[in-house]
């Protein structure tokens, strides 16, 4: 209450959740009402126009835009880690970032840390190996995966006389 009013001057309390650890009023920090009905979102908060001072701010996902840049940052930041010179171009980083966003999902589920982790795992296969390019990685047979089966434009034999 006193952080809430203003009487608590210099202390502020950060901590990170998923929506549904704060949200569920069964488990979640919204299961308290005294808690819930503080930290409840405002009537007019919306997606592109949050209230950053509430006292739960709600992030939004990153976009593919802001995750190049992140893969950017952590390409030099690795460079500089291990002592290398950074190889990975911007062409490499915009199509590892095209490939991540186009998996079947992705729209909805995609984290940043699925994709650190996935980008992380090449630079560390870069720099063991120098020999190999990012975008060989990413045309190999175990990145396959991410390519969706369910859409394609080739048509079999069977159905082409098929139409909709």
């Not at 009023?25 to 299961?31: A, E, F, I, Q, T």
Request: charge should be negative; proline fraction near 4%.
């Amino acid at each position: 209450n006193d952080t809430l009013q203003g009487k608590a001057k210099y202390l502020g309390i950060i901590m990170g959740a998923t929506p549904q650890a704060v949200e569920d009023r069964r488990r979640g920090v919204y299961s308290y009402e005294a808690l819930r009905s503080r930290l409840a979102e405002g009537k007019f908060s919306r997606p592109g126009a949050r209230d950053m001072l509430a006292p739960v701010i709600r992030l939004e996902p990153l976009t593919a835009a802001e995750m190049l840049v992140l893969c950017d940052k952590l390409a030099a930041m690795h460079a500089g880690l291990y002592g290398y010179s950074q190889s990975v171009t911007d062409e490499d980083l915009a199509e590892f970032i095209k490939i991540e966003f186009s998996r079947v999902g992705a729209d909805s589920n995609i984290t940043p840390r699925e994709v650190i982790r996935d980008f992380i795992e090449l630079l560390d296969l870069m720099y063991q190996h120098p020999e190999m390019k990012l975008a060989d990685l990413l045309a190999s047979e175990e990145f396959a995966w991410t390519k969706s089966e369910a859409v394609s434009n080739d048509a079999a034999a069977a159905f082409a006389e098929f139409t909709l």
